[in-house]
């Protein structure tokens, strides 16, 4: 149980870790790097120098990426611990293991190496919580079959059943991302239906309908069936009415769904017209999540409520997001600018 004193505590962190987020200045600094060396370097000054610290030579931006994850699972854990316990958080921290399967699903199905993997996978969330076996299962298994043989009885076993069927018809490995935030939303979904603040169902809300929206924009993009998109709906109270989305699912194409997003919803001025179907989505996502991140910050102007540390730990995931986009930018030597506009951030 969350107590207020606790809440004190844990919200006087959080605003000390919304003070150290990078800002547009910052991410143009390390955007110009002219090499990953000197890319850690500049993190070596930041609230990130131990964690850059420990990457091992040579330096590749998934080495890096791996390590910007271990700091941030450390300082969610520390903020699950900093209020005495949240089911709340633990429903956000499970992000981190989700991460990790779904990387590794996505190279079983490809029939990539066990070692190569490993490369990418880190287990630093798995053994704060001291939940290590489940990963290194799925890890080790000799083929798909094995891994969902493994994740059968989960909770979500079923999902990961469909997930991987779904990308042996249509061999589109991003429907793995769908279905793996499905299981994402659908836990937090089921640990807040017992939660009666506003501030954290408003913040929730605004990212499931973001998920969902998103969701059916892709899955008629590839073409998925009525069906196959009314299952990867998550149902909850949000903006978004259950009968909106299913005229979503029956709307005729993109084009129409996205008619009827502007006319018909609280995201309309989020679309813009563009020259193809997947640069609208592409452009309406990129919309939606610049106004989660403000929605975000925002979050800060309530005092010493729980939602400011939710608010936190979403933030430090883009910001992690965004140091790895750098990276991976840095490591493909591309102009900072092009590696400016795939940032999530707040316009100065």
């Known amino acids: 149980m969350v107590v207020s004193s606790l809440i004190t505590y844990a919200t006087a962190k959080a605003y000390s ?6 800002t547009k200045k910052d991410y143009s600094f390390f955007a ?6 000197e890319l850690v370097t500049r ?3 930041t609230q990130y120098s131990d964690a850059v610290s420990h990457v091992e030579k040579p330096l590749t931006s998934a080495s890096i990426e791996s390590s910007l994850r271990s700091h941030q699972a450390e300082l969610h854990y520390m903020l699950i611990k900093a209020v005495g316990g949240s089911e709340i958080l633990h429903a956000y921290y499970l992000r981190f293991i989700l991460r990790n399967i779904k990387a590794i699903l996505k190279d079983k ?3 990539i190496p066990q070692e190569h993997t490993e490369k990418f996978v880190n287990l630093r969330a798995e053994e704060l919580i001291h939940r290590r076996d489940l990963t290194v299962k799925a890890l080790i298994a000799k083929n798909t079959d094995e891994v969902v043989a493994v994740l059968k009885p989960l909770r979500f076993g079923n999902d990961i059943e469909k997930a991987v069927s779904m990308y042996y018809e249509k061999k589109i490995l991003s429907i793995f991302d769908v279905y793996f935030d499905k299981i994402y939303f659908e836990n937090l979904a089921h640990v807040l239906k017992s939660s009666s603040d506003p501030n954290i169902l408003h913040l929730f809300g605004m990212e499931l309908d973001y998920y969902n929206i998103l969701g059916i924009l892709r899955g008629k993009f590839w073409a998925l069936a009525e069906q196959d998109l009314q299952d990867l709906v998550v149902p909850h109270t949000s903006s ?5 989305l299913s005229r979503l699912i029956g709307s005729e194409s993109i084009k129409s769904t996205l008619n009827e997003i502007t006319t018909h919803s609280l995201y ?3 679309i813009s017209e563009e020259q193809s179907d997947i640069d609208s989505i592409n452009a309406f996502e990129r919309s939606f999540e610049l106004l989660i991140y403000r929605s975000l910050l925002e979050d800060f102007s309530k005092m010493f409520s729980f939602s400011i540390i939710v608010a936190i730990a979403r933030l430090l995931d883009f910001e992690v997001r965004n140091l790895t986009s750098i990276s991976f ?3 493909q030597n591309l102009k900072a600018e092009m590696a400016m506009k795939k940032l999530v951030l707040q316009e100065d």
């Open 43 to 45: 993190l070596k000054e």
């Open 268 to 270: 309309g001025s989020l």
């Open 17 to 22: 870790m919304k003070g150290k987020l990078f």
């Open 329 to 331: 930018s840095v490591g």
């Open 109 to 111: 199905v490809r029939e």
């Open 32 to 37: 110009e790097s002219r090499n990953l060396e």
């Open 240 to 244: 978004t009415s259950t009968e909106f």
